[in-house]
């Protein structure tokens, strides 16, 4: 039996995995999402002994199931290999009180490159088997890491045109010099003047243009994603959950079949929501929490069941998890309301006309296994300093967010759970964030920030960020929101 992937907005808008990923983002503005579960058993006694790699081509052959075991097999040893730092490729680490998975092993630095690593050789892979001859456009909004593992993924890469827009205010400088640096006949990278938001907005108008897509066909030409909206970037990210309970095990830190929770920092709900189908697959889990900065609609949303993004867009130190609207939170909604896209339509709909909506939940055993908390700049900044000093080790802004509120939640419930924060990027990334969180001077300069970094924690500078302040940029167009889609038609040359 073939898994279908249906639109959260329409019932009879269905396909199967190729398909989904080759689309990117159902022409009816929703999201493919499976409605079924893979009937797959998790032995974690013999999972525990398998590599990352071994344990990827279980999960995504059970997810992409019209892909053949050679198709996936060939995906997967493309990307994970030694463009990531560790053989382990997602190492955990023991801290005191609490489990860190770290997801910043790749190309990038962040944990984009998970999935962003074998996207591109599932896309090509999906439309060698569709028969789709068309070069693909990738257009792609960045909260910062995003747009710097596509383009690492698509550079070159033939039959494929990437062009990236990120916030020109919105990222850290260490990001910005990762992506306009970036080389590749094929990849273009955009700053505009709005915020994450307002570029995914207008980059899902894109998506929904009958006009622009007959434009590009007629050139030979269609769009995809490498957002998390396509679920060619989800499924990979549901093998690290699996992985990370196999590797407690193997360690003798938990017993099989013990519960464990995972604390996620949160924008886009797409790693959470990764978490969540490992759990439908069979991966014990107590708890999900969702934890966000201080833009902390999500907060709301699992204490009131209301969504509402009308509220300041805050700036802050973790920029990746900068959102007010979380696009994935779609496809949890889609689940809520017990799969019914009739219902997902309307309240989507609301989000765009008044900017909030309301949802009487139906699936209320899905609400129970998420937990929800925000950090403040504040809380943020101390946390990093707190790991610091109790394990000598530096966790970048983002993983502080999930550490932060994993603390407060667990002081507040007392759940003694054993918790895994997922680690979303290296340090690196955000030097003068994390120098200044465990230092007295104050610095603003990145580069001041690195070398400081590199002597309080004995972990080498990454080749990501080694010397890039002296790299040619290549890239330095900044245009202004309502002009992306006619910057799209003049690179394309429509
Ligand atoms: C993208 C990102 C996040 C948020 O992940 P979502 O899947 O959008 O929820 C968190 N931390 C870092 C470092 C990121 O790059």
Redo the contacts with the bound molecule.
């Keep these: 039996m073939t898994l279908i992937y249906q639109s959260t907005r329409d019932a009879k808008n269905t396909v199967t995995a190729s398909q989904a990923i080759l689309k990117g983002l159902a022409t009816d503005g929703g999201l493919y999402t499976p409605t079924d579960f893979p009937d797959i058993t998790l032995d974690f006694n013999q999972l525990k002994d398998l590599s990352y790699q071994d344990i990827a081509k279980k999960i995504l052959a059970a997810f992409l199931d019209d892909f053949t075991p050679e198709e996936i097999a060939y995906c997967v040893d493309n990307a994970y290999d030694d463009k990531f730092d560790t053989e382990l490729i997602a190492p955990i680490v023991k801290l005191h009180g609490q489990y860190h998975l770290e997801l910043f092993h790749g190309s990038t630095i962040?944990?984009?490159d998970m999935a962003l690593s074998i996207l591109p050789y599932l896309m090509i892979t999906a439309a060698k088997k569709q028969g789709v001859d068309h070069k693909i456009v990738i257009l792609t909004a960045t909260?910062?890491?995003?747009g710097k593992a596509a383009m690492a993924g698509f550079a070159d890469v033939p039959g494929t045109e990437i062009i990236v827009f990120y916030p020109k205010n919105g990222v850290s400088r260490i990001q910005e010099l990762q992506m306009i640096t970036q080389k590749g006949e094929n990849t273009h990278v955009l700053a505009i003047d709005g915020n994450f938001d307002d570029a995914q907005t207008s980059v899902k108008e894109m998506f929904n243009d009958k006009t622009l897509r007959a434009t590009l066909l007629e050139k030979g030409m269609q769009l995809s994603s490498a957002n998390?909206m396509n679920i060619g970037r989800l499924v990979p990210q549901i093998v690290y959950y699996v992985y990370a309970y196999a590797q407690l095990l193997k360690k003798g830190e938990i017993e099989n079949g013990e519960l464990i929770n995972f604390s996620v920092?949160?924008?886009?709900?797409?790693?959470?929501l990764a978490a969540f189908y490992a759990t439908k697959i069979g991966v014990p889990v107590g708890k999900l929490i969702c934890a966000s900065n201080e833009n902390n609609v999500l907060t709301d949303f699992f204490k009131t069941a209301t969504y509402d993004k009308n509220r300041p867009f805050k700036v802050t130190s973790s920029p990746?998890?900068d959102i007010l609207v979380s696009s994935n939170l779609e496809r949890l909604v889609f689940h809520l309301v017990g799969n019914d896209a009739e219902k997902t339509r309307d309240l989507m709909e609301q989000l765009t006309s008044i900017g909030s909506y309301q949802l009487t939940v139906k699936d209320t055993a899905i609400l129970e296994l998420f937990a929800a908390g925000f950090a403040n700049e504040k809380q943020t900044s101390q946390d990093i300093a707190r790991v610091y000093l109790e394990n000598h080790y530096v966790e970048?802004p983002?993983t502080a967010v999930a550490s932060s509120v994993y603390k407060a939640y667990q002081e507040s419930t007392n759940d003694n759970t054993k918790t895994v924060v997922i680690s979303?990027?290296s340090p690196y990334k955000f030097p003068t964030v994390v120098v200044n969180a465990l230092l007295e001077t104050k610095t603003t300069d990145d580069f001041v920030a690195v070398n400081e970094l590199e002597k309080r924690s004995q972990v080498v500078i990454p080749k990501a960020v080694d010397g890039i302040e002296n790299e040619p940029i290549r890239h330095q167009t900044t245009i202004a929101t309502k002009d992306m889609k006619e910057t799209v038609e003049r690179y394309l040359g429509l």
């Design positions: 962040a944990f984009k909260s910062g890491d995003t998390s920092p949160t924008g886009n709900f797409g790693n959470i990746s998890m970048d983002h979303t990027a």
